[in-house]
């Protein structure tokens, strides 16, 4: 980046960010002009989206602000209350990091461009704050309260930096390959890879605790529980008897085709995963009851929790394209119904080809 000037390094083309000020040697410039030449040593302050905060880790050559306090976690953006004791007072004198044990990155206030450094600005009730938080940040909550009105988690977390993402890889790497070389089990080995980044500070628990998925652990868990005691009870067994009484006469393409299209359902209205744990001992109990492989059944099921097109609410990623987009559920159904068909006759047809009963 030395020696060229901004247009030149593309810093004038960044998406969602503005280039507003350059810091050299002390001095504001304000008007910043393309043909500018950067320096090193030079601070560049931008205006714009936090969440393309990450746009700027990826041009070599630019250290973000506060660094080793980002990686690996979450921003928090919080407004100051009209009552907070730091109102009027800079970030700098009312010893911000100190008090609340976190690092601004960022300031807003209202549409107005802020000039100056971030330490500089005098604290008014309104101003909007995107926090980098430490370990302590949230142990006195009375206090967090009496100073700011919102707290929120912006979805958007700080990337590690070079090094520790190519440690993070290549040990990711290894651990699949011990795998394959038969060394440990890739469960045992990825446990043991999470205790050493542990270990070595290159993520917390914090960010574990944040970033771990209890909402689909519970629900898979819970659906393969349900699986289990239908299995234990007999239950399975029982709806596959009826199922076969129902599609009397089919033979086993029947049962196949039924249980493909029970998956099916259960997978555009709850999640694959937990579709394919409660139709699993169904399709077993039914290839058990014919006398025939159960694998053709068992590749029914898997490919039927995977065929969730008409519905939003059976995937997370068409829920959030859904959300994003602004679809309707009949967009999904227009553009879903049709591939669905295809998917489906493609499948049933192909399944007692490679699969024969």
Same mark, same amino acid.
């Given at each position: 980046?030395?020696?060229k000037?901004?247009s030149?390094n593309?810093? !004038? ?7 507003a000020? /350059?810091?050299?040697?002390?001095k504001?410039? %304000? ?7 950067l320096?090193?040593?030079? !601070? ?7 969440e393309?905060?990450t746009?700027l ?10 660094q ?6 979450n921003?928090?953006?919080?407004i ?17 990091r ?10 807003? !206030?209202?549409?107005?461009r802020l ?31 009496r100073?700011?009105v919102?707290?929120s988690?912006?979805? %958007? ?13 290549l040990?990711?790497a ?14 045992k080995?990825?446990?043991? *890879? ?14 574990? !605790?944040r970033?771990?998925?209890i909402?689909?652990?519970?629900i ?15 239950? %399975? ?25 029970i998956t ?6 709850i ?19 014919y006398g ?13 929790? %995977? ?8 995937y ?7 959300s ?8 999904? /159904? ?6 669905s068909?295809?998917?489906s006759?493609l ?5 007692? *080809?490679?699969?024969?009963?």
């Open positions: 980046l030395v020696g000037s901004i030149e593309n810093l !004038r083309a960044l998406r969602k960010l503005f280039l000020e /350059v810091i050299r040697e002390g504001t410039i %304000s008007s910043v002009d393309p043909d500018m030449v320096l090193a040593g030079d !601070r560049l302050l931008f205006c714009g989206d936090i393309s905060v746009t880790q990826e041009i070599n050559g630019l250290t973000l602000f506060g080793h306090h980002l990686n690996g976690q921003l928090i953006e919080v100051v209350s009209q009552s907070a004791s730091i109102r009027g007072k800079s970030i700098k004198s009312s010893k911000f100190d008090r609340f044990d976190a690092v601004v990155v960022a300031i807003r !206030r209202g549409h107005e000039e100056g450094g971030l330490g500089k600005i005098e604290l008014q009730a309104g101003d909007t704050l995107v926090l980098v938080p430490g370990k302590d940040f949230e142990q006195s909550k009375q206090q967090l309260k100073e700011f919102i707290i988690e912006l979805d %958007s977390a700080a990337k590690l930096d070079g090094d520790k993402s190519a440690l993070v890889l040990g990711f290894g651990v699949i390959a011990a795998e394959l070389l038969n060394i440990f089990p890739i469960i080995g990825l446990s043991v *890879y999470l205790l050493a980044l542990l270990a070595l500070g290159v993520i917390n628990i914090g960010e574990l !605790r970033r771990f998925p909402d689909i652990v519970v898979v868990g819970a659906a393969l529980s349900i699986a289990q005691l239908m299995l234990s009870s007999g239950l %399975s067994v029982q709806l596959g008897n009826m199922f076969m009484e129902l599609f009397n006469g089919w033979g086993v393409m029947g049962a196949l085709i039924a249980v493909y299209l099916l359902v259960l997978t555009e209205l999640t694959n995963n937990a579709a394919a744990a409660l139709a699993f001992p169904i399709g077993y109990s039914m290839a058990l009851g025939v492989d159960p694998m053709p059944f068992i590749m029914a099921v898997l490919f039927g929790a %995977s065929a969730s097109f008409i519905s939003p609410y059976g997370q990623t068409n829920l959030l394209v859904f994003v987009g602004n679809y309707t559920l009949l967009d999904y /159904v227009k553009v879903g119904l049709p591939m068909i295809i998917y006759v499948v049933l047809t192909l399944i007692p *080809y490679f699969f024969p009963f």
